[in-house]
């Protein structure tokens, strides 16, 4: 339903997504379970809360396949561990400013703090993801010098 | 044998034709790692299920990865049935959804939900050989219990407690025990005499061994965690060191003193409803020309709350005024009349056949009160009718809500609990409201919000069986008070040595669970494990990743991200 326009040429952008167990990643599956067709080129690693996702996690995905990530939590003030997404989303927004200036850009950052609880949603979040995310170059120089990194190794 | 066996469900032919399985079992086989792949037509159903554990079992290999539906949909049983056979240990079983996750959602897609559906498989190999299980912390429980204010909750949950045997510290910093009841002089809805229905309580609380009444204190410290609480409380005549098993707080609410308004303060006839019922209850007559003027600082911008008492409370007096004489004229000016549920509706509905006169008004319309000297006249603008009316009065009650203490933000600081933007304490969950964001700790009565006397007492009574929930226990172990003890991830540990005391960990920690504490000469940290929650926000900010979820690490983590997109020339 959302799936973003894609040619043959160029495949569906790679997205990791990191979904909160407790709203994204419910969103998730109520779009499974109402069959909304999305491209195949995305994964899902369910975890406790998104301020569990170390901004590492976020590089080591770009470094490893994925041309973009999505951070996906409860809504703010919804969070299930107090006040844990408020700090997620400082850190995540910091990461933001670094891989501006690094060069990669914080566009390829997603984060949806209680935008994507209903199928609906998540589908559509993350459809507008894949579609912005098309344009973009590869990530492969980068990649290249990043993976070679010791502590990427 | 060593190595994972991985089941592939067929879910009854609703996987398969998206997702190509003997493609995929052939491929996941090749993997390292895997001891063998099965694949089966129904892992939801028990002989399925069942012959799956029996060759689980008999196989001896190293851990199980199912992929099926969704943790939400029937699978989430299966794991449950894997993780009981592995003694509870969910760090050898895995689940991947390949149906909500991939099979339905990529029906366009054959090949790609295949390959996606090889990739989750692959990653979540990756995290079986790096999951790790925190062991389970065991505290012994104190089986005593602390209440704070001895108003009708704290009176009734220390009652309550005492009656199951245990002693109960009553903490108040007044004198005596029946708070906000000692000062009216009825009670709504029963009109029963407050003291006549506060004396039997202190009579019981005066009688019962188990309770000890601390008058005139306050608590000054606290530390602990649930189960073993150090409470430190101090008086006039010193201080008190307890050791208590579980927190009640029942520290009630304030009055608002509407200073300023409606001429409050410069005309002697102008009373707030707490006024009236001491009034009432010194036996003093009202005078024949009663106005209430209802909403007086509250559903304002300030508090834009509605106090649920000041209503009831004010009908209450208007009715009462009202049979003592029926010559009088008892007027109760409103802007909404809030009055739920059947038993206060007919209240209400018996104010308006005693002869109470209600008149509305509009928020930004209020009425003003006039006279030189004394009350002569309250003028209106009636918001139904639509004409201003001008009503002469004796006296002007004014009603006003309760407000939270002063002292409930130290409180909260102390216990590590939150208070919401009015000062009320705040409730972890609207499905468990007397509970608060640390475990142990829990609240009722007008601190968590305005209440009558009859609902603080049915809240203390709540959480008082919420304290036995812990204090009835030899011992209580940091799973358990999880709500979701299966769910949930065990807690964090610090790996000796290696912590360089930085304290961001401590300072992300949303329950406190986090503190830096002088080891040898050096300050590291140390996770409390009662308290922890297991959300994960100190890994995430640890410099080193000396901090860790056992059931979630880093490694395992980023074995899941190494794995998750195959190299594109191979799909």
Redesign the interface.
């Known amino acids: 339903m959302n799936a973003p326009e894609t040619t043959d040429k160029k495949p569906s952008p790679r997205v990791l997504v990191f979904a909160c167990r407790w709203c994204a990643l419910i969103g998730a599956d109520a779009a499974g379970r109402k069959k909304t067709e999305l491209p195949a080129s995305f994964r899902v690693i369910p975890v406790e809360c998104a301020s569990m996702v170390e901004p590492d996690s976020v590089l080591r995905a770009l470094a490893s396949g994925a041309d973009g990530v999505a951070v996906m939590g409860c809504h703010l003030g919804g969070c299930r561990f107090n006040d844990a997404n408020h700090v997620a989303v400082k850190r995540m927004e910091a990461l933001g400013d670094l891989l501006d200036t690094v060069g990669i850009g914080r566009r390829r950052l997603l984060l949806s703090f209680g935008t994507a609880h209903e199928g609906h949603e998540f589908a559509e979040v993350l459809g507008n993801f894949l579609r912005e995310l098309g344009p973009l170059p590869e990530l492969t120089r980068w990649r290249k010098t990043l993976l070679n990194l010791p502590a990427f190794r | 044998m060593p190595g994972v066996m991985v089941f592939l469900c067929r879910c009854c032919g609703r996987i398969p034709p998206t997702v190509d399985l003997l493609a995929l079992g052939e491929k996941i086989g090749r993997e390292e790692g895997v001891a063998v792949v099965e694949t089966r037509d129904t892992l939801c159903l028990p002989e399925d299920r069942a012959a799956m554990l029996r060759s689980f079992e008999e196989s001896g290999a190293s851990g199980i990865l199912v992929a099926a539906c969704?943790?939400?949909g029937k699978a989430g049983d299966v794991v449950t049935t894997l993780s009981a056979a592995c003694d509870g240990d969910r760090s050898h079983v895995r689940l991947v959804?390949i149906?909500?996750?991939?099979a339905?959602?990529?029906?366009?897609?054959p090949a790609?939900?295949t390959?996606?559906a090889g990739?989750?498989i692959r990653?979540n190999l990756g995290f079986l050989r790096h999951g790790k299980r925190s062991a389970d912390a065991v505290v012994a429980v104190r089986p005593e219990c602390i209440v704070v204010g001895a108003g009708s909750a704290g009176m009734a949950a220390a009652l309550s407690i005492a009656r199951a045997g245990h002693r109960v510290h009553l903490v108040e910093r007044g004198m005596g025990g029946g708070g906000m009841l000692k000062l009216l002089s009825h009670v709504y809805p029963t009109d029963a005499g407050a003291e006549e229905k506060l004396k039997p309580s202190l009579e019981a609380i005066s009688a019962q061994p188990l309770i000890v009444f601390h008058a005139k204190t306050r608590v000054v410290a606290a530390t602990g965690y649930a189960g073993d609480f150090k409470i430190r409380l101090a008086s006039g005549t010193g201080e008190t060191n307890l050791h208590v098993g579980a927190v009640i707080l029942a520290t009630g609410a304030g009055v608002w003193l509407p200073r300023g308004l409606y001429r409050y303060g410069e005309l002697k006839e102008v009373l707030t409803l707490m006024e009236l019922e001491r009034r009432r209850r010194e036996g003093r007559e009202s005078p024949r020309r009663t106005v209430f003027i209802h909403c007086v600082g509250a559903r304002c911008p300030e508090r834009p709350y509605c106090a649920t008492i000041c209503c009831p409370s004010s009908i209450k007096n208007a009715a009462w005024i009202k049979r003592a004489d029926p010559g009088a004229e008892v007027t109760i000016l409103h802007r909404d009349i809030m009055m739920p549920g059947a038993i206060l509706e007919r209240y209400y509905r018996g104010a308006l056949e005693a002869g109470v006169r209600f008149v509305r008004f509009a928020a930004d319309a209020p009425p003003v009160v006039s006279g030189d000297g004394k009350v002569e006249n309250v003028s209106v603008f009636d918001a139904i009718n639509g004409v201003e009316r001008e009503i002469a009065a004796d006296q002007v009650i004014l009603s006003t809500p309760l407000v939270a203490n002063a002292d409930n933000a130290k409180l909260a600081d102390l216990f590590h609990i939150?208070i919401d933007r009015y000062g009320f304490f705040r409730e972890d969950d609207p499905l468990h409201p007397l509970e608060t964001?640390q475990a142990g700790v829990f609240i009722c009565g007008s601190a968590r919000w305005p209440v009558a006397s009859g609902d603080a007492a049915a809240q203390g009574e709540g959480a008082a069986m919420k304290a036995l929930a812990i204090l009835g226990r030899e011992r209580l172990s940091a799973r358990s008070l999880s709500r979701l003890p299966e769910g949930k991830?065990g807690h964090a540990r610090i790996e000796d040595g290696f912590c360089s005391g930085c304290g961001n960990c401590v300072a992300?920690c949303?329950?406190e669970a986090c503190a830096l504490q002088k080891v040898g000469g050096a300050l590291v940290s140390r996770a409390n494990k009662m308290r922890c929650?297991?959300?994960?926000?100190c890994?995430?900010?640890c410099p080193n990743g000396t901090i860790q979820?056992p059931e979630?690490n880093?490694r395992a983590?980023?074995a899941?991200?190494?794995r998750?997109?195959s190299?594109?020339e191979a799909r």
Do not use: N, Q, T
């Open positions: 969704s943790p939400y959804d149906r909500e996750g991939c339905w959602i990529h029906r366009g897609d790609g939900a390959a996606k990739d989750l990653m939150g964001r991830l992300v949303p329950y929650r297991a959300c994960g926000s890994m995430s900010v979820m979630h880093a983590v980023g899941m991200i190494r998750a997109f190299p594109r």
